[in-house]
């Protein structure tokens, strides 16, 4: 299976336009992370400490672009359709195609929290993964303080596979526990 045939550049829901990035996000990449840095350092280190200029987020798009051309993953901005407003990330990656299975990581900037734009992003990307590209399983990594992704991994119907304990280092340099849950083609079926 060839990951640039079958990952769409484009996805559309009622409220959100989930796009790849192109190196003219830039200007928003930077944006978002600098409006949500230091809750980035906890949990998505690498984009917090990896865009730290307009030129940084620039080079960060390349790197997407690379990721996604060799189907080593699969990066996608979330922006508002109504503004066109940069409000999250959402990304497949860690894509083994033999399974296939992938895992998927997100964030939502805070001012756009609690208002179900994580929920429709997700649905839209496993719809996509386990749907139309039959991925076998998707699986999420959550610290335990991100007490709202764990209640959505529980709401989307992932299934929680156990604790890894001080299995993450964020960008503070503290050892974190993660939780894995994984949502199977059949679960979500």
């Keep these: 299976m060839s990951s640039a045939a079958v990952f769409p550049e484009l996805l559309e829901t009622e409220r959100l336009t989930v796009r790849r990035y192109t190196p003219a996000d830039a200007n928003s990449i930077f944006e978002l992370v600098e409006k949500n840095r230091d809750r980035l350092l906890e949990a998505f280190p690498g ?3 990896d865009v730290s200029t307009v030129e940084a987020a620039k080079s960060f798009t390349l790197g997407k672009t690379e990721e996604w ?29 033999d399974v296939p299975s992938a895992e998927l990581s997100y964030f939502i900037g805070s001012s756009f929290q609690s208002q ?9 990307v496993l719809a996509l993964t386990l749907n139309r590209l039959e991925f076998t399983r998707i699986f999420v990594r959550i610290v335990p303080t991100n007490h709202e992704s764990l ?25 974190h526990d993660v939780h894995y849950f994984s949502l199977l083609r059949d679960d979500y079926r």
């Design 116 to 124: 179900g734009f994580a929920t429709e992003a997700i649905r839209a």
């Design 151 to 175: 209640k959505l991994a529980t709401k989307l119907g992932f299934q929680h596979e156990g604790l890894h304990r001080s299995a993450f280092r964020c960008g503070r340099g503290n050892l």
């Design 69 to 97: 051309t060799v189907g080593k993953g699969h990066c996608y901005g979330i922006w508002l359709r109504s503004s066109q407003r940069q409000i999250g990330q959402i990304q497949v990656k860690n894509i083994v195609w």
């Design 47 to 49: 984009i917090a400490k």
